[in-house]
């Protein structure tokens, strides 16, 4: 699979966002391109895609992992290797092909391992392909920054709240937001008070929100202000949302759930059309494996994509609202809602494809969110 793309409806919905920049050269190191004024003959250019004419100083992969070819261009022989801040290496050098008769290029294959074992985490790590020339004589290296994931401009898991048991069938231990301490209050999620109510239905549980009451309330959490977010143009957003279903009665609640964008900034769907708000349905809690409570968010994964224009921009102002049911009294149909793993990431321009055409735009997490199919048996 490619790791660089280009997408007509990107450049109808989006202009003048700019590229990644080339990498700076460091000491004894130079950047993969042919650089005459360096005053040497040597050259190392790596292309990700040998369909595009400009070389690469840093790529993306994967995020399901797997394998990834490189192209390189050069009058050198050379060496490959990989350097990391894991603990085991995310990425594996495999077989350097010799020259292509047809292109001149040398094809680099790397095995990636998928960005998470298990369950759907984007957040961005970073590592070095560092090309060699195989006479150390020459003092001539190329380094590419290989990137998977996205940048986090928001993150939580909630792991911060501890209230009761982990299992949602208990409720009476939970905790409304209003009364969190000072601390929880302080990772700056809000939430809003019904109309004609003294508190807001949203509370804390064991490592995740809940979203609505038995009576009928419904409920929002709305994310942090990040003032990070004035620079960029593209967010996926994502997170965790499953409904209520009884456990003795197996009567249902609503499973709608409603993101919007506040402050800036509007959802993209698959077709390229705008608007401030989408509806989602939520799947139902699964009593029936055998695996539950820990199994409860199995396939609850949900991906959101926002940009700006220049006409509505994201802003520092920007946030992202999940809600359930209605705020303006009660309804018949309970709407409880759970919500864990809350991200707002940034996009830039090579990733946005790689992630919006990827999950078929807004909606459930196909990408990581389908396990790989030997979890599945």
Known sequence: MNTVFRTGTFSRLFRDISGIACLCAAAGLVSCEKQPDLGRSEYI???????????????????QGGTEQLYVDTNIDFTVSWEDGETTPWIRVGEVSPANPQTGYRTVTLEVDRRTATGCYYTRRTGMLILSAADASLNYNCIISVHQGAVARVSSDFSFLRYGKTDPRFTDDETPIDDWTATQKNYGFTSTKAEGEDVAHCY??????????????????????????????????SFRAVAYEDFYTGARDDNKVTVEVLGG???????????TSIVLEAPYLDYSDEGFPDTMWNGTDFMVFVSGTVQDPVTADTRIRISCGSLTGTAETC??????????????????????????GSGKDTILGILPEEDQQ
Do not use: C, Q
């Open 204 to 237: 804390g549980k064991n490592g995740y929100l809940k979203l609505g009451d038995d009576e009928g309330h419904g409920a929002d959490i709305i994310s942090p202000y990040s003032n990070s977010l004035r620079s960029d143009s593209l967010l996926m957003v």
């Open 45 to 63: 250019s790596v292309y990700a895609d040998p369909a595009v004419p400009e070389p690469a100083s840093s790529i993306f992969v994967n995020v």
């Open 265 to 275: 900034g509007s959802i993209v769907d698959a077709s390229g059309n705008r608007s």
């Open 335 to 360: 709407s409880r809602i759970f919500i864990d793993n809350f991200y707002i990431r940034r996009l830039e321009a090579e990733e946005w494809e790689r992630y919006f055409t990827g999950n078929g």
